[in-house]
């Protein structure tokens, strides 16, 4: 099977097909605002059985999903395409130390003190490190 | 009873000594549809006798004997043509027999066409001309208009696409011939509160607001102490205003007014009570036209939040009255349009709507910037030649995308979109943006006239109420209110209305085109399921206590019928004693049966007879209105008779002539595939098939694959 087929022989994959091109996501995509990443495009070509680009620039941030006026599920697709990647190819070098920040604190970006002074200014509490993540990926087959 | 079975100039052979059983008369004759053979059949039965005819094919016969209403056997191209031998002949004919013998009374209803007269609900462009048409043929006409002045939407514009013409131009004619017009009583200020009655006899309440000031001097006196200032799409008025149409006199617009009577205090000729009349007429029109979505649902454009954030009509009333001047305008099509989360469907007007106010702006001061946001612009037809207009000489900007946001920057207004010719994001600065949102449907006075909606325009309600097979119901809708629509096809289709209503008021009786289903108060009562009402493709089944069919809605297609729990739901001429008759006595051990939907799936057996297409002998064809009238029942019938196989075949899957029959259908069937399995009957005997009219061949093939294959 090749991507496209991949895509929508998964449940969370369906939605491929609704997509009429109009770029509404790519329109309000805060990525996409400082860079060349275009997630118009990057569905536009898995239809068109084309390799799409820049798939691991989307922040999940989900503004795509919830304007997208045909109900596809943007955000999802690319996370999709991602898991999709992975498996065929392995993770990317690059992934690879915000693998290990998720199983050492919890979180893929680094949270520092200067982070948490700044909630404190804010009345925010404190953000903590947790290691419930790493006690999943012991148990689950990942390591 | 009697049984009349023509050989079609000798084509095909009639068995010897054919006999029905008791008080079954048979008559032959060699060209049935002749005068001669009319004349036989009128000559030869008592008043409502039951009759059969034997012969070609009901599509043709139907052209000439409808008056008898009787039951069709297809002895011609069902028999003769693919040659099969003449046994065939009597089984099909002692099935309708027995048929006819056990149904119920078949003949249909109709109604008196009592009061000749017409109610049009709405006095935009296609409420007025549809009054036009009408009383010019004589018949007294009613127009009530909500608001006070006649005119609708365009009455509020500055000029009309493509040309760019001014409203007048249409409208002023227009009002002034309904004006004269001395059998057209115009109602302003004025609502349908309910209606009663059936077509022909209608009764409409209708409540009205204050009374037309008479001998109004336009002094004015009246606004100047009116409290209530009302933002009138743009332009801001008093609740009591006066509109260049009709009439010529200030009016209130109650939807705004307090009722504080400070009006009535400086012009005794003011008149604020409401009265309530009631009309009788025997048709009533639905033209109440566009109604604009709104805009503050869409909260990423931030309409309703930023100031200088306008709908089209807000923006053409206020640029064209220099409220506004602004140097840079984008223009953002399908606003709220063809989206899932607003309105799905596309309104059709809009794009051209939103290439008028383009050259609106550039026709009146061509230095300023203006730009135009689109998903695919449809300028269909003739207007192909605006877009290039607009694009060419006016030298509009047009940029591929929807946009994300709008948000505010200073004075300014920021968009972001992708421009997907480029594939890059973008931010347009502007000085104000036009929204160009898409039409809703009147819902609330849809459901008063009990014409199905299901929250979007009532397109099968618009073909089915004009189409030649369905019920007379009386009740029509045109213009936009049956969907957006530009001027010209407003004006148009009210005179497609207008006809029909005309020949409906000349008629002094209207009889039913189609059976309907009926349903026994007693039985259904018992069980009380309600499944009918859900499944109803046309509205026509309804809850009054009782469960009930509103017959001029009906179409007769019979879902209801084989949904029916308890069989107190039976189609008129195809009710389940008189079909399980028809089956016992039609097929025989080992047959095929095949029921086929008189649409599509009947006309390519038809057709497979004048092509001389080779199928098995023992294909028994039952005609049936729709693939959804089918049931269990019906299928175990057929079964417990010793048939190796059942084929029910219909339209394609969207082609249904009744919405969705043949899904339901298939469903049914799917289901009944289980059941029959679990009896022991290979499921794989049980087949439905998507048959169209052309597809002779599908069919031949499918029924000789049925006739090799089962064998239990």
């Given at each position: 099977m090749n991507l496209k087929e991949k895509i929508l022989a998964d449940p969370e994959g369906k939605s491929l097909v609704n997509c009429f091109s109009c770029g509404m996501c790519t329109g309000g995509c805060p990525v996409a605002r400082i860079s060349d990443y275009n997630p118009r495009r990057i569905i536009h070509k898995v239809m068109l059985n084309m390799e799409p680009e820049d798939i691991w620039l989307c922040a999940n941030c989900y503004t795509c999903e919830e304007r997208c006026p045909t109900k596809t599920n943007v955000a999802d697709l690319i996370n999709l395409i991602r898991r999709i990647t992975i498996k065929k190819d392995?993770?990317?070098?690059?992934i690879k130390p915000l693998v290990e920040n998720l199983k050492t604190t919890g979180y893929t970006v680094q949270i520092g003190e200067l982070e948490n002074k700044r909630r404190e200014r804010m009345n925010l509490p404190a953000v903590e490190t947790t290691d419930e993540i790493k006690k999943i990926i012991q148990k689950t087959t990942l390591k | 009873m009697k049984v009349f079975i023509c050989d079609c100039n000798g084509e095909i052979d009639i068995p010897q000594n054919l006999d029905f059983g008791d008080g079954v008369v048979v008559k032959t004759s060699s060209k049935l549809c002749s005068e001669e053979g009319k004349e036989l059949i009128a000559n030869s039965i008592k008043k409502n006798e039951k009759i059969v005819i034997a012969g070609c094919t009901p599509r043709i016969a139907e052209k000439f004997f409808a008056e008898f209403n009787p039951e069709y056997v297809n002895i011609r191209e069902h028999v003769a043509y693919p040659g099969h031998a003449d046994g065939k002949i009597r089984d099909l004919i002692k099935g309708a027999v027995e048929k006819v013998r056990i149904s119920d009374e078949t003949s249909t209803g109709g109604f008196e066409i009592k009061n000749k007269s017409a109610l049009i609900i709405g006095g935009g462009v296609a409420g007025l001309e549809t009054a036009r048409q009408v009383a010019s043929a004589g018949f007294k006409t009613y127009l009530i208009e909500k608001?006070?002045?006649?005119?609708?939407?365009i009455a509020k514009l500055d000029r009309l696409y493509p040309e760019g013409m001014p409203n007048s131009h249409t409208l002023y004619p227009l009002i002034n011939e309904v004006v004269r017009d001395k059998n057209i009583e115009i109602l302003v200020n004025s609502e349908l509160k309910e209606i009663s009655g059936e077509i022909g006899n209608y009764r409409a309440t209708i409540r009205t607001r204050g009374k037309v000031i008479e001998d109004c001097d336009l002094c004015g006196k009246c606004k100047e102490v009116c409290p209530v200032t009302v933002d009138d799409d743009g332009i801001e008025r008093k609740a009591i205003y006066y509109r260049a149409t009709h009439p010529d006199s200030y009016g209130i617009d109650f939807e705004n007014c307090t009722g504080c009577g400070k009006c009535a205090k400086v012009c005794d000729k003011i008149k604020l009570d409401e009265t309530e009349i009631e009309l009788d007429v025997g048709s009533i029109i639905l033209a109440t036209g566009m109604k604009e979505y709104d805009a503050r649902m869409i909260k990423e454009y931030g309409y309703g939040k930023y100031?200088?954030?306008?709908?089209k009509l807000e923006f053409e009333r206020k640029f064209a009255n220099r409220l506004i001047n602004p140097k840079k305008v984008v223009i953002v099509l399908c606003a709220g349009s063809r989206d899932e989360n607003h309105l799905p469907y596309c309104s059709r007007v809009c794009c051209l709507l939103g290439l008028k106010e383009a050259k609106l702006i550039k026709d009146t001061d061509p230095e300023v910037d203006v730009y135009v946001t689109y998903i695919d612009l449809r300028s269909y037809g003739d207007f192909e030649n605006l877009y290039t207009t607009v694009r060419e000489t006016c030298g509009v900007n047009f940029i591929q995308g929807r946009p994300s946001e709008i948000v505010e920057k200073g004075d300014k207004l920021l968009i972001r979109t992708e421009d997907i010719l480029l594939g890059k994001t973008i931010e347009l600065d502007t000085d104000c943006v036009v929204l160009i949102t898409g039409s809703v449907p009147d819902y609330e006075l849809l459901e008063k006239l009990g014409i199905p909606s299901d929250g979007e325009f009532p397109v099968d309600y618009v073909n089915s109420s004009l189409s030649v097979d369905s019920n007379p119901r009386g009740i029509f809708v045109c213009g936009a209110a049956a969907f957006p629509k530009p001027v010209a096809e407003s004006i148009s289709e009210a005179r497609d209305v207008a006809v029909t209503v005309i020949n409906l008021l000349n008629k002094e009786r209207v009889d039913m085109k189609t059976p309907v289903a009926d349903i026994n108060g007693d039985i259904c009562s018992e069980v009380g399921c309600k499944i009918c009402l859900d499944i109803c493709p046309s509205g026509a089944i309804y809850s009054d206590g009782g469960i009930k069919v509103d017959p001029s809605m009906c179409m007769g297609c019979g879902v209801c019928t084989a949904a029916c729990a308890s069989g107190a739901n039976q189609l008129i001429g195809y009710d389940d004693k008189g079909l399980l008759a028809q089956i016992e006595n039609t097929v025989k051990e080992g047959d095929i049966l095949a029921f086929l939907c008189k649409w599509s799936s009947y006309n390519a057996a038809d057709k497979a007879g004048y092509e001389k297409l080779k199928y098995p002998e023992n294909t028994k064809i039952i005609r049936i209105p729709c693939t959804g009238r089918v049931d269990a029942q019906i299928i175990l019938k057929a079964f417990s008779c010793g048939v190796k196989g059942i084929l029910i075949a219909g339209c394609p899957p969207d082609g249904c002539h009744y919405v969705s029959g043949n899904l339901r259908a298939k469903k049914r069937i799917l289901a009944t595939k289980e059941l029959v399995e679990q009896l022991g009957?290979?499921?794989?005997?049980l087949r439905i098939e998507w048959i169209g009219t052309e597809e002779s061949k599908k069919l031949v093939d499918i029924l000789n694959e049925m006739d090799k294959g089962g064998n239990q």
């Open positions: 392995g993770m990317p070098e690059f | 608001e006070p002045f006649l005119g609708g939407t100031k200088n954030v306008f709908t009957i290979a499921p794989d005997s």
